[in-house]
């Protein structure tokens, strides 16, 4: 079975610290995914990336930044969180274009 | 502008109650059409992927059909652990990358 692991299950923050989501998969998959999912607003992408050490901006990258620096791990960073960044973070991992995405089992970040 | 539509928001339905779930989506081309299942405080676990119209998959009480603008999760005989949030998600052309468009889920009650 595919495994995605995000090490952090819950998180409370204050307001300006730096944070870091950690997440790792098992399966030698190619690409990896960070998507935050609101109430109404369904799953966001905010960054993916296809190889080590490559990225790119999904549709909400405005205050977050990302590292790759093996294949099996990609983190999530909040250089300095802010309220509107409490959500549930949520990683994802695939073989390649085309095939399933899956999931961790999310993060909860709150921020006070 | 790609997007994805899901229908209705919430549905409650008595065990044994057979109904369907709607996902309508409008893209410039559809690589793939993904179903999640997702339990509360939990991230999305895969259920299906449709590629071309008039395809159909099965999982116990679950199946899945596509046409060239919707998508249905027929489920049959629903029982209480049935329950939870379906999400439907997209992946449009050109797919060198794996980003999924995802619409706001169905909120699915099965009571006994």
């Known amino acids: 079975d595919v495994k995605v692991t995000q090490s952090s299950r819950y998180l409370v923050k204050r307001t300006g610290e730096k944070v870091f989501l950690e997440c790792v998969q098992d399966m030698d998959h190619e690409n990896m995914f960070w998507y935050r999912q609101d109430p109404g607003l369904g799953l966001r992408l905010i960054y993916f990336s296809y190889d080590v050490k490559m990225k790119e901006k999904g549709d909400i990258p405005e205050g977050y930044s990302v590292s790759r620096e093996k294949k099996e791990r990609f983190s999530l960073i909040l250089e300095s969180a802010s309220t509107n960044q409490t959500s549930m973070y949520l990683c994802?991992?695939?073989?390649?274009?085309?095939?399933?995405?899956?999931f961790g089992e999310g993060s909860w970040l709150t921020v006070v | 502008e790609d997007q994805v539509t899901q229908s209705p928001e919430a549905l409650r339905l008595q065990e044994g109650e057979s109904s369907s779930l709607n996902c309508s989506y409008t893209?410039?081309?559809?690589?793939?059409l993904f179903w999640y299942r997702q339990d509360p405080g939990k991230g999305p676990e895969f259920l299906f992927t449709l590629y071309s119209a008039g395809e159909e998959k099965e999982k116990e009480r679950l199946k899945a059909t596509l046409t060239k603008k919707e998508s249905f999760l027929h489920i049959t005989a629903p029982k209480p652990e049935d329950s939870a949030t379906y999400l439907c998600a997209v992946q449009a052309e050109p797919a060198n990358t794996d980003k999924l468009i995802f619409g706001t889920g169905t909120r699915l009650q099965v009571f006994p």
């Open positions: 994802a991992s695939s073989w390649s274009p085309g095939n399933t995405i899956y």
């Open positions: 893209v410039s081309g559809l690589r793939g």
